[in-house]
């Protein structure tokens, strides 16, 4: 089973940058998809941005311009370039990883971005 460590989360300003970054550890294969998605108090768990084992991105839209997502060539961590932060950013994030036969989460890091 993949497992799957977050680190980097923390307290800044509006307008700030945070880096976040997630280490997998076990077999990582080079068909999988992962990412990041945020939980906010009394809101769904929702999509940041992903990255396949083809280097292929998706963004939410919220973040679209203001967040980068990467991988390394190893496939074995990803990272994610918060810029622009905003108060409405502020959430628990989480790493995924996933394929058709594994789906595993990370334990989240939080991010709060005060006004």
């Known amino acids: 089973q993949v497992q799957l460590v977050e680190s980097g989360g923390g307290v800044v300003q509006a307008g700030g940058s945070l880096k976040l970054a997630c280490s997998a550890s076990?077999?990582?294969?080079?068909?999988?998809?992962m990412g990041w998605y945020r939980q906010a108090p009394g809101r769904e768990r929702e999509l940041v941005a992903t990255v396949t084992g083809h280097r292929q991105k998706t963004y939410a839209d919220s973040v679209k311009g203001r967040f980068t997502i990467s991988r390394t060539t190893n496939r074995s961590a990803i990272f994610l370039q918060m810029d622009s932060l905003k108060p409405e950013d502020t959430a628990v994030y989480y790493c995924?990883?996933?394929?058709?036969?594994?789906?595993?989460w990370g334990q989240g890091t939080q991010v709060t971005v005060s006004s």
């Open positions: 995924n990883y996933r394929r058709l036969t594994d789906d595993a």
């Open positions: 076990g077999r990582i294969s080079s068909l999988s998809t």
